[in-house]
């Protein structure tokens, strides 16, 4: 149900929008009030918070089909689920009452502010503050290319509680739309994934109740891990969909084309760059299901799976996209055909929620870690 229905919005919502919404830098707010309507944003909320329960197996399956109508869209809808993971991991039972079933309805979004200028790949870098006044934290710092800033009503954000503790002197905050001393900066001008936000988020002296820390104070960074952890796999899935969009479009325009008097699939040398493409993609589809069921059923034990399923099917969606170019030869690369986005589409991947070298980073720890001599 959950595919049938991602995959009715992207066919119906988003392929007759995406080239519009890649080409005006535009927030496809619409198409998300469709997927609200469509149940898709209570996938992964629990049932008493308004949503069906589900988890990184069932938000796998919906992205991977949004992506396959474009990862821009779909990446707006990833990072909503990304913000509000800290408050479903570690948030007190009166804050998931108050968040959830907003979050499971589609009437707010939600988005995840740790990135700044000099903490990317360094998540215990934060300098953004938070110093308790009374009744209220009071909140200074920048958060920088965050996903969904300015669209979402919600924002989990990442502060330093203790400066003398490090890693376990970050906290994680719940800052609102509208709080005072919380601003937006300018919309980024980016490569590709062009339909989703991306802003600076500002907070100059911005002062929110005492009540919105998630979960106990200094126990931000091991929260921020286990939503990487998380949600990594959900951009896997996203270039598992978009690979496979790349994909069909290759093999449809091999059929079609003809060269030396034959359609170029007949031919030996794009025939075997086309099976490259689909071997790579079921591999990484097949990685991606079983590092989402495992983290479903292994809640302990996750950063593995989820760091090598996210090298490994973005390393592919990079591949099989600028193959996928390749195939179409000088068409692919003009903007009236789709695969010169997708390309695009696919460098973000690499980089974004840790970069793929970051994920190796984690995985050779993990091995270290597991092997005893
Ligand atoms: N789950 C639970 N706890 C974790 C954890 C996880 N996945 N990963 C680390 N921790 C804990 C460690 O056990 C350690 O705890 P102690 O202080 O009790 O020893 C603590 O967190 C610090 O861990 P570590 O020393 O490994 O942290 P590092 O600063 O070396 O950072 C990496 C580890 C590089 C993996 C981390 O900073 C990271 O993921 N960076 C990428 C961030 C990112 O994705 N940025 C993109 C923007 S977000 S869209």
Known sequence: MIVDTAREIADEKILPRRAELDEKNEFPT????????????????????????????????????????????????AASALGIFPVLIAGSESMKEKYMPDIAAGRK??????????????????????????????????????????????YSIVA??????????????????????????????????????TRELIMNDCR???????????????????????????IASLGVGLAQAALDEAVTYAKQRIQFGKPIISFQAVQHMLADMAIQLEAA????????????NNPRNMSKASSMCKVFATDMAMKVTTDAVQVL?????????????????????????????????????????????
């Open 160 to 197: 330093i509680t203790d400066p003398s503790k490090g890693a376990r002197g970050a906290s994680i905050f719940i800052v609102e739309d509208g709080d005072p001393g919380f601003s937006y900066g300018k919309k980024e001008n980016k490569m590709g994934i062009r339909a989703s936000a």
């Open 109 to 154: 979004w939600a988005a995840f502010g740790l990135t700044e200028a000099n903490a990317g790949s360094d998540a215990s870098g934060v300098q953004t503050t938070a110093v308790l006044d009374g009744d209220e934290w009071v909140l200074n710092g920048t958060k920088q290319w965050i996903t969904n800033g300015g669209e979402s009503q919600i």
């Open 208 to 234: 929110i109740p005492r009540d919105r820390l998630v979960g106990r104070q200094g126990t931000g960074f091991i929260t921020v891990m286990k939503t990487l952890d998380v949600s990594r796999p959900g």
């Open 285 to 296: 589809r097949a990685l991606v299901y079983a590092a989402a069921r495992h983290i479903d």
């Open 30 to 77: 619409d198409i998300l009030q469709d997927m609200a309507r469509a149940d898709l944003f209570g996938i992964f909320v629990p049932e008493q918070y308004g949503g069906f329960g589900g988890g990184c197996f069932e938000i796998v399956l919906a992205l991977e089909q949004l992506a396959r109508g474009c990862v821009g869209v779909a990446t707006s809808y």
């Open 329 to 373: 030869g000088g068409y692919g690369y003009m903007k009236e055909y789709p695969v010169e986005k997708m390309m695009r589409d696919a460098k973000i991947l690499q980089i974004y929620e840790g970069t793929n070298q970051i994920q190796r980073n984690v995985v050779g720890q993990e091995l270290n870690r597991e092997y005893t001599i």
